[in-house]
T-cell receptor, first 113, second 113 residues
Framework: EPEVTQTPSHQVTQMGQEVILRCVPI?????FYWYRQILGQKVEFLVS????????KSEIFDDQFSVERPDGSNFTLKIRSTKLEDSAMYFC???????????FGPGTRLTVL | GEDVEQSLFLSVREGDSSVINCTYT??????LYWYKQEPGAGLQLLTY?????DMKQDQRLTVLLNKKDKHLSLRIADTQTGDSAIYFC?????????????FGTGTRLLVSP
């Protein structure tokens, strides 16, 4: 069964460093999302992406964040200068033709020291 | 803004039924979802209900929707120890299927033998 994959599963970085979180959405899906979950808190929407551009972003998604679909398969989230409060689980999700089914990847745990 | 609330914890014995409750605020949501998160894993789409339905059954899972009270529930029949996980209720914001999801806090279900 097709699934969303994410790498790495765990990333540890120093405050101020740049990180890139990678996702491979389900093939032929068209809508892509990033969410995050700070430990013990709700899963929060960060950004949605369609047709090679951001369709919506939350207040969390400030200038330190960017997304890219560099080729036909990868979808990346870049954090330019990480802060301690960026420590969280980051989930990628995608939607295909059945627009009511949003499938999530296993997540990347980001730890900022 | 939109808000989704759930009770934090539910403990049941194996073989009993579990009922996980959720309230939401966005009356324009088209779909309401239940996701399951096992330890260290991503968000698994369990089931969803279209907002013009009041019940959906899928094997051991029954979803009830009370649109007037903005209340959603997930009943798991014959609960097994493998059902132990965190269950998230989510609504899609807006009247199309591909918009962002707003999640509840998650209910931790513990099933004891």
């Amino acid at each position: 069964e097709p699934e969303v994959t994410q790498t790495p599963s765990h990333q540890v970085t120093q405050m101020g460093q740049e990180v890139i979180l990678r996702c491979v959405p389900i093939s032929n899906h068209l809508y892509f999302y990033w969410y995050r979950q700070i430990l013990g808190q709700k899963v929060e929407f960060l950004v949605s992406f369609y047709n090679n551009e951001i369709s919506e972003k939350s207040e969390i998604f400030d200038d330190q964040f960017s997304v890219e679909r560099p080729d036909g398969s990868n979808f990346t989230l870049k954090i330019r200068s990480t802060k301690l409060e960026d420590s969280a689980m980051y989930f990628c999700a995608s939607i295909g033709a059945l627009v009511n089914e949003q499938f999530f990847g296993p997540g990347t745990r980001l730890t900022v020291l | 803004g939109e808000d989704v609330e759930q009770s934090l914890f539910l403990s049941v014995r194996e073989g009993d039924s579990s009922v996980i409750n959720c309230t939401y605020t966005d009356s324009s949501s088209t779909y309401l979802y239940w996701y399951k998160q096992e330890p260290g894993a991503g968000l698994q789409l369990l089931t969803y209900i279209f907002s013009n339905m009041d019940m959906k059954q899928d094997q051991r899972l029954t979803v009830l929707l009370n649109k007037k009270d903005k209340h959603l529930s997930l009943r798991i029949a014959d609960t097994q120890t493998g059902d132990s996980a965190i269950y998230f209720c989510a609504e899609n914001e807006g009247n199309t299927g591909f918009q962002k999801l707003v999640f509840g806090t998650g209910t931790r279900l513990l099933v004891s033998p």
